[in-house]
């Protein structure tokens, strides 16, 4: 094109000094009427992103994250409205399992299983744990060796690299517990290790107290619960497992600090645990019981829920909110529910039964003369009418007019 020498003489001495120039103008002239080329790629401006979850590094116990440093000087981005999931927020995962315990505690890369329902339960447990689990767990306890804790671990130890398993020490004959031990202790590089009270579970930076069982064991499966607390920063979390009220009174008697902002309530709220001296102790603000729906063991019972409202708790339950995830940055903490509502109220208290009258002063006036016995037709007595009925208990404090609910007449029915 233009490039070519259109003169190719040689004109004297300047010639190649002229070509030179000639090279460099139509250099220019071509820059200045070739079509355009595409445009060089210009960094496009960055949409500015909602900052991402920034990829999770093992959480260690060095508390001072490395600062990444910006790569490119870009406007600050706007802060965050709702905190996202920072580095340092724990998650707890009371995990719906039906009739069971399965609570997955969440720090960066550090997991902790405590319980795995029953075997039923095992496979959407480990899909549920699939979506937050990352890598191995680091630790699974087995509160006690019932099959409604321990057997979904089954699934959970096949599918997943476990690091630690820590038990009581308590062992059992069932299948189910054959099984998880027998995973348990074949568990690649896992060991399995036996805990008591006074001992303390560093796992990242999360430190467990065990506060159960005690070293001289109650010799009873549910008392014998692994029992942990947990403080993370100003928020602290009472994990009870089965315990009963002998290891209640057990975890008091010994002077533990079992206080505790969030409360896995004992035994699904069986009426045999959560005694009012223990809750008294705990006071906690929010209280979730693991309890299947309909279950035929009635859990949990009105009179664990009375006692949690009566203390002031909020109570959310497995069978009411299925899962319930607390999430705490340290200094505060907020539920997500998978059902959402509001918590459970105080079951209806059956009517207390009136007080019946006092019993009216035995009669003093004179025994009036016996009238001519008329004899009156008997009623024909029907199956469910009472024939022969007996005071049997009269409870009455004798402070008239005073009307007391704890005076009573006790009525036997002794049938026909
Ligand atoms: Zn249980």
Redo the contacts with the bound molecule.
Sequence with gaps: MFLRRASGKRVGGCVRRSILSLLLVSIVLLLACAPVPPPAPVPAPEPVLAPTTPPSTAATTSPAPTPTPAPTPQPAPAPSLSPAPAQNQLTVHFINVG???SILLDLGQTEVLI?GGDTSAGASLVLYLGKVVDGDIEAVVAT?S?A??IGGLIDVLRAFQVDKVYWNGEAATSKTYGDFMTLARAEPQASLEQLKRGDTINLGSLAFAVLNPPSTMFKDT?NDSIVLRLKYGDVSFLFT??AGNDAEASMLAAGLNVVAYVLKVG??GSKYSSSASFLKAVLPQTAVY?AGVHNSYGHPHAETLAALNQIGAKVYGADTHGTVVVATDGQGYELKLQNPGPPRAPPAIPPVPAPTPTPSPPPTAMPTPTPTPTPTPKPAPTSSTATNIKITKIFYDGLVPRTESDEYVEITNLGS
């Design positions: 009739q069971g315990d319980d006690h019932h409604d804790h549910n497992g089965d035994h699904h693991m």
